[in-house]
């Protein structure tokens, strides 16, 4: 099982990213996706989760309104668009695959002027 972040960077407040999760050595859409983010001394928290089909989505109440989870089963990635970025969303966003255990490495964002 490998999971793969990409797409993380430095953004001015209000600006948008989107993130991408490339999965493979599993069958990746039979699994529900979720992505977590971690700042430094504190806990990983969950973000956003998808089903494996992609037809129900759930997010953090801090994040509800500005983040887009997503899918592309045909490409075995997961993505989170993030929009109306606020500086205290500077984290390193994770992707985890909830029944393998997984954990891809982290992707840094800062949202920073």
């Known amino acids: 099982v490998q999971l793969v972040e990409s797409g993380g960077g430095l953004v001015q407040p209000g600006g948008s990213l989107r993130l991408s999760c490339a999965a493979s050595?599993?069958?990746?859409?039979?699994?529900?996706m979720s992505w977590h983010r971690q700042t430094p001394g504190k806990e990983r928290v969950l973000v956003a989760t998808i089903t494996s089909t992609g037809s129900t989505t759930n997010y953090a109440n801090s994040v509800k309104g500005r983040f887009t989870i997503s899918r592309d089963n045909a490409k075995n990635t997961v993505y989170l668009q993030m929009d109306s970025l606020k500086p205290e969303d500077t984290a390193v966003y994770f992707c985890f695959a909830p029944r393998l255990r997984s954990w891809g490495q982290g992707t840094q964002v800062t949202v920073s002027s």
């Open positions: 050595g599993f069958t990746f859409s039979g699994y529900a």
